[in-house]
């Protein structure tokens, strides 16, 4: 059974681009969420979707947003790309209440 | 608002050793869940345990445990027997229990063991 996986691995991209993350949630997990990781921090949380919809969202401008699919699996996109936005990027699925990780794509903007 | 606190940048413990991170909490949720999670260099947030707020018993799980203390506000993690492939970063986490909670971490702490 696969866990969390997330594409890409690593990212390489300049200031102004914009930029589209991918996941799949555990099998069976409903319920996914975003967070950014900066060098040397704590997963800081972005949002979360669940049925489709936005239902949480953290301190985070609107040059972040989001997707869910019909089959659970949901995309980050960041527009407009600052050098402030180099981070590991994780993506966390749910049932009920235990949050599985994947292993992160590694955005790095310059 | 919830917040976790961990005060240890970077810690050290010898191979076969106990040691024990420090983790301290504020919420204003009634029902809330801690975890610890272990993040290797490769990047995965690795789930080690967890103690509901309403436990009676501290958490254990294998080499590690969770030493709750309510009234302090205090989910230390306990592991014991150290391994070299112990060397992480760990964090510490909550969510409110109702709904579908956003997690919310610690800073971390850099545990090496040394040979």
């Known amino acids: 059974d696969a866990g969390v996986t997330q594409s890409p691995t690593h990212l390489i991209k300049t200031r102004g681009q914009q930029v589209t993350l991918r996941c799949s949630p555990k099998s069976g997990h409903d319920t996914v969420s975003w967070y950014q990781q900066a060098l040397g921090q704590g997963p800081q949380f972005i949002f979360q979707y669940y049925e489709e919809e936005e239902r949480q969202r953290g301190n985070f401008p609107d040059r972040f947003s989001g997707h869910q699919f019909p089959n659970y699996s949901s995309e980050l996109n960041v527009n407009a790309l600052l050098l402030g936005d180099s981070a590991l990027y994780l993506c966390?699925?749910?049932?009920?209440?235990?949050?599985?990780f994947g292993p992160g794509t590694r955005l790095t903007v310059l | 608002a919830q917040k976790i606190t961990q005060t240890q940048p970077g810690m050290f413990v010898q191979e076969k050793e106990a040691v024990t991170l420090d983790c301290t909490y504020d919420t204003s949720d009634p029902s809330y869940g801690l975890f610890w999670y272990k993040q290797p260099s490769s990047g995965e947030m690795i789930f080690l345990i967890y103690q509901g707020s309403y436990d009676q018993q501290n958490a254990t799980e294998g080499r590690y445990s969770l030493n709750f203390q309510k009234a302090r506000k205090s989910a230390n993690l306990v592991i014991s027997a150290s391994q070299l492939g112990d060397s992480a970063m760990y964090f510490c986490?909550?969510?409110?229990?109702?709904?579908?909670?956003?997690?919310?971490f610690g800073t971390g702490t850099k545990l090496q063991v040394i040979p």
């Open positions: 966390a699925s749910s049932l009920y209440a235990a949050w599985v």
């Open positions: 986490a909550m969510r409110a229990i109702r709904g579908y909670q956003k997690v919310t």
